[in-house]
C-alpha cells in the first residue's frame, strides 16, 4: 500500500491508482487488433451426399386431431378412418410385417394436448413398432 506522508504523521492512501491497469488493456488491445486480421479462419472440410436418401414406401400415417381423436391413413392413399389405439397398433404390426422397412409417421393438430401425442408415441414403442416419426409442416 502506499503511503502518503502528511506533517509528522503518516496516512493510508483510500484511493486505488487504476491508471497502470488502463495501459495494459489499452496494450493489450493494439495487440489483438494487430494479429486478428493475421488469422485465417479453420477450413472444414463437410461430407457430400449425392443425393438425400428418399422413402422407398409411402408411410403410414397415425392421425390425432384437435380432440384427441385418432384417424389412419394407409400408404396406398385411401381416405382415413377413425380407429382406436388398439386397432392402430394391429393394422401397423400387420404392415410392418408385410414390409420391415415400413415407416410410421404420427401427423397431430398444433392444438392438441402434448399428452395425447406422447401416449401415442408410447404405445407404439411398447409394441415395439420401429421407424416412428412426426409429421410437420414447413415454416414459412
Do not use: H, W
Not at 451426399?49 to 400415417?61: D, E, G, N, R, Y
Not at 380407429?83 to 393438430?109: C, G, H
Amino acid at each position: 500500500m502506499m503511503l502518503i506522508e502528511k506533517r509528522g504523521g503518516r496516512r493510508l492512501m483510500n484511493q486505488i491508482n487504476v491508471v497502470p491497469y488502463i495501459d495494459v488493456m489499452l496494450v493489450l488491445l493494439v495487440i489483438f487488433m494487430v494479429t486478428a486480421p493475421m488469422m485465417s479462419p479453420s477450413q472444414i472440410d463437410l461430407p457430400s451426399v449425392a443425393k438425400a436418401s428418399t422413402a422407398k414406401v409411402a408411410p403410414l400415417q397415425v392421425i390425432v386431431d384437435k380432440d384427441g381423436n385418432l384417424s389412419f391413413r394407409d400408404q396406398d392413399g385411401r381416405p382415413e378412418r377413425r380407429v382406436k389405439l388398439d386397432e392402430v397398433i394391429a393394422l401397423i404390426r400387420q404392415r410392418q410385417a408385410e414390409n420391415p422397412e415400413q415407416a410410421v409417421v404420427i401427423a397431430a393438430d398444433q392444438e392438441v394436448v402434448y399428452r395425447k401425442v406422447v401416449d401415442v408415441m408410447d404405445t407404439l414403442q411398447r409394441n415395439n413398432v420401429q421407424r416412428v416419426g412426426l409429421l410437420v409442416r414447413a415454416a414459412k
